[in-house]
């Protein structure tokens, strides 16, 4: 059988992990910079942890596990009726109680109800950890794939979202991609959820805009119709959709169509608190289209398109003033964001980002031209591994070609000769494999050239 790998997944080669850790390790070092401390929390979480917590979107998108023991004959019929309930829709124990994470911010919000109190208050937490979803894989969009989320959670303060919007500049300024930074607020959809139909069609309204970009309007008008909106309620939406302009101009036009809704109102004021701090290199864009589909976000939304190249966002988040109220512990408000590494990384190779050395491993080979001149070179190897150089020595005695070869392939660009003329006069040659040219040095001055 010909090996093979799960749609939606991938394997890494050594450049390409280089490549992901160069995104992770600017990531991290934001956070900490910002006062975020890390955490982990496990692959699979219970099922019951995860299941309508991301709409009715989500929810199907969640990759249940089979318990043990589902071979066991005297189960066969009893299995084949559950079976048919999982098909349905339907949670059964006997066939599934845990699945992989969906994303971060719920086993956070389960961790946070956990070990309140215990924790110090506004916590700021870190997560880099991949998650699963059951989709449809296309370019940018993975079954697994990595998330990084940075929260706080214990504060009410507006501040967290201003620091949040930094971070998401002072990380894309450092890797280099020009971004635009979407912001709105779920009060405002809450609003207009009010103004076309009633609070309860809020989260009907959402799904459906949060599908605008891939569907367009008229689309999302059918679905509309078919989530029982009526003509008036539609046009609303429609008008709601159509705002353009400034960042002044969509307040205009909203506070206009808000027409003195106090939960506008709310909205209105927490994205002008936004916009009255600078972001570094990045202002921020009112984005009125901006739903972000999932159930538990309560304020500021926000999500992050890269400038110059077609993708979908490359991170998005908000507040979620109850989340840990979904696990009995009430009145613990948050905010968080999350950055797509997959489709960061897409856009880097695209527009040609990343740094040419990151996909240098080996910075020096060392020749092996005999046992004598294997055993001095691997010395001297030492000693540059504890100036951390990195290094390696060819594993034989074979001709000069194979080296080089070895050498070209692995991109490697000095190289390191010591017959047994250099090793009886105590030097070496070294070689740059890019511009061909070489010198002898002594042992003593290899030790101090900068590689």
């Not at 318990?67 to 019929?77: I, R, S, T, V």
């Not at 909106?229 to 939406?237: A, D």
Request: aromatic fraction near 10%.
């Amino acid at each position: 059988m010909k090996p093979s790998i799960p749609q939606g997944t991938r394997d890494f080669n050594a450049v390409t992990i280089r490549k992901r850790n160069y995104i992770f390790n600017t990531i991290r070092n934001v956070f900490e910079l910002y006062g975020f401390q890390p955490l982990e929390t496990p692959a699979m979480e219970n099922l019951e942890t995860l299941m309508g917590k991301y709409g009715e979107e989500g929810d199907k998108l969640i990759f249940k596990i089979l318990n043990n023991g589902l071979d066991n004959p005297a189960k066969h019929e009893q299995a084949k009726e559950d079976f048919e309930k999982i098909l349905e829709g339907k949670n059964n124990k006997n066939i599934t109680e845990r699945a992989l994470r969906y994303d971060l911010t719920i086993p956070f919000a389960r961790y946070v109800a956990m070990n309140h109190g215990q924790l110090t208050f506004p916590f700021k937490r870190y997560q880099i950890q991949p998650v699963w979803r059951a989709d449809r894989p296309q370019r940018g969009r993975y079954r697994e794939f990595y998330q990084c989320d940075a929260d706080v959670v214990g504060s009410n303060s507006l501040l967290n979202e201003v620091e949040l919007a930094n971070i998401y500049a002072t990380v894309f300024e450092k890797l280099g991609i020009d971004v635009e930074i979407k912001i709105n607020s779920r009060k405002i959809l809450a609003a207009l959820a009010e103004l076309s139909g009633g609070a309860d069609k809020m989260i009907d309204i959402t799904v459906a805009i949060d599908k605008l970009d891939k569907i367009g309007i008229e689309k999302v008008k059918e679905e509309l119709v078919q989530r029982g909106l009526n003509e008036n309620q539609i046009n609303i939406i429609e008008k709601y959709l159509s705002i353009r302009g400034s960042n002044e101009e969509k307040l205009i036009a909203i506070k206009k169509l808000a027409d003195e809704n106090a939960t506008a109102k709310k909205g209105i004021e927490e994205i002008e608190y936004l916009l009255n701090f600078t972001i570094h290199h990045s202002p921020l864009t009112i984005d009125f289209t901006l739903a972000r589909g999932l159930n538990y976000y309560t304020g500021i939304i926000f999500e992050i398109k890269a400038k110059h190249v077609t993708m979908g966002s490359i991170g998005g988040g908000g507040r979620y003033d109850d989340l840990t109220g979904l696990f009995g512990v009430p009145n613990i408000p948050g905010v968080g964001i999350s950055f797509g590494v997959d489709r960061i990384y897409d856009v880097m190779e695209e527009l040609k980002l990343f740094p040419d050395e990151i996909e240098t491993s080996t910075q020096v080979l060392f020749f092996n031209l005999g046992e004598n001149e294997s055993r001095q070179a691997f010395e001297l190897m030492q000693q540059l591994r504890n100036k951390n150089i990195r290094c390696e020595i060819f594993h034989e005695n074979t001709k000069f070609d194979k080296q080089f070869k070895y050498a070209d392939k692995k991109q490697i660009p000095y190289a390191v000769i010591i017959g047994s003329k250099e090793l009886a006069e105590n030097n070496c040659v070294l070689k740059n494999l890019q511009s061909g040219e070489q010198q002898t040095l002594s042992q003593n001055e290899l030790l101090g050239f900068s590689f």
